[in-house]
């Protein structure tokens, strides 16, 4: 694309002067500043974003025809249905505002730095978002993924996802991350990896080659741990969890997801408690974690999302405890009302991005006054309305969000790992402050302690 003139965007001329942007910043998740600060620049000035790990196949300009374009990442709808990796827009666009609005609300109300396709996409179901396919909504126009995204995430690439349709390739690199200095210029490097045939570089082993040459050597047996892909520390140790839905993978992995709960996990866990609810359950950390480490128990994974679910059951197949855990679709207050008449639970854990105000009524909480619950809340403004629903009739603690440091890395040694990458490994995306207004509720029934 000789024709285009590519700006670069840095401290000097993006808006760093909003609570996101900084929050972002003093944390480095450089991914989710860069969700914001491509809606700003394209806002401002209109044009063609690209994230660093796109491979363009052939030109775009046939792109500019359209007011605004983006696209889907995934057939299946969920949460990330669409993707911001490659978009483009006039200046001034709608959909570009609603973008940036979101984005700060969300933190605002939840103290939490959201993805960019979570964003894109709520964005574009308020416009009225309902199908996979091409179309034009709002004077967005949405391609199918062969033209931006002809592989997925969890897939490697290979030369026949490219079709005629195809622009541009992106290859979910994670280029964020920074990576060692290298002796040899880029442009040799590049000339010397042009004689690697492709059938080597759409390896495993090249792709693994390669997280090793940006995190450094020193990474080698800890990204070959994380590559097998089974839990090497906390409550859950040991099982094998492939994928993660909504969230990070690698805290998962290492042992540190959700660190401020891991007590309270481990005591429940002792209990052996024989029913448990899970709603909101994703990809199955919680819900299979819970089914290999209570057994015998019965666990009822409630997830919305159709591609989540099928997340869980593979997870719960490959643990051995499919049979142990039923899957449902999306939760609902009278659903949840019928399953305690004929299953009651001695646990709940709940994590369902700010419907838990409306599952939880006093109803459900009255009928419910024996069990055990972690909820995790999302609307700040509701929080404390929610706990004083639940302090009525239970003992109620909160625990929120607190700063990662290398001080409470789980792993032993002999596993070396360099300090900024155990940094990265262990972010959350949450802010790190400690000062979170929408804390986890952990409530007990007023007998637990006897």
């Known amino acids: 694309m000789p024709d285009y003139e ?123 978002l309902r199908a996979y396919g091409l179309q034009e909504i709002g004077e967005v126009t949405i391609y199918p993924t062969e033209y931006f995204y002809p592989y997925p995430w969890f897939s490697r690439f290979s030369p026949d996802r490219i079709t005629d349709n195809t622009y541009c390739i992106h290859h979910w690199a994670g280029s964020w991350l920074k990576a060692e200095t290298h002796d040899i210029p880029a442009t040799k490097k590049q000339k010397l990896l042009s004689f690697v045939p492709e059938r080597i570089k759409n390896t495993f082993a090249w792709s693994f080659a390669r997280k090793i040459r940006d995190e450094g050597s020193s990474s080698l047996t800890l990204r070959a741990l994380l590559y097998r892909g089974q839990v090497l520390s906390g409550p859950f140790r040991g099982m094998r969890l492939k994928a993660a839905f909504g969230s990070v993978l690698d805290a998962k992995i290492i042992g540190t997801y959700e660190l401020e709960l891991q007590q309270v996990v481990n005591e429940f866990i002792n209990r052996k408690p024989r029913i448990v609810y899970v709603i909101g359950a994703a990809e199955g950390y919680y819900a299979v974690g819970l089914a290999r480490a209570c057994a015998p128990v019965s666990v009822h994974a409630w997830e919305a999302d159709f591609g989540a679910r099928g997340l869980l059951e593979r997870t719960a197949l490959e643990n051995g405890v499919a049979k142990d855990v039923r899957i449902r679709g999306k939760c609902t207050p009278q659903e949840l009302l019928e399953q305690i008449s004929e299953a009651y639970p001695d646990l ?31 609307r700040r403004t509701e929080t404390r309305a929610f706990v004083e629903r639940f302090s009525k009739s239970f003992d109620v603690r909160l625990f929120y969000s607190m700063p990662r440091d290398t001080s409470t890395w789980p792993l032993p040694r002999w596993i070396s790992c360099a300090e900024e990458f155990k940094h990265q490994l262990m972010d959350e995306g949450r802010v790190l402050s400690g000062t979170s207004e929408t804390p986890w509720i952990v409530a007990l029934p007023p007998d637990f302690r006897r």
């Open 348 to 378: 709940i854990i709940c994590d369902v991005e700010g419907a838990e105000i409306e599952l939880f009524t006093d109803e459900i909480i009255a009928a419910l006054g024996r069990t055990s619950f972690i909820i995790e809340t999302h």
């Open 6 to 128: 590519v700006k670069e965007w840095n401290e000097t001329n993006s808006p760093l002067d909003n609570e996101y942007t900084q929050a972002a910043y003093q944390q480095k998740a450089w991914s989710r500043l860069s969700n914001y600060i491509r809606l700003h620049a394209l806002y401002t000035e209109g044009g063609i974003y690209l994230d660093t790990d796109v491979e363009l196949v052939r030109n775009m300009t046939p792109l500019q025809q359209h007011k605004c374009f983006i696209g889907f990442q995934q057939e299946d709808e969920d949460i990330d249905w669409v993707n911001t990796a490659i978009l483009g827009a006039e200046p001034g666009h709608n959909f570009l505002r609603r973008s940036m609005e979101l984005t700060l609300k969300k933190f605002e109300d939840e103290r939490e730095l959201y993805r960019s396709p979570a964003i894109a996409t709520a964005v574009l179901r308020e416009m009225g």
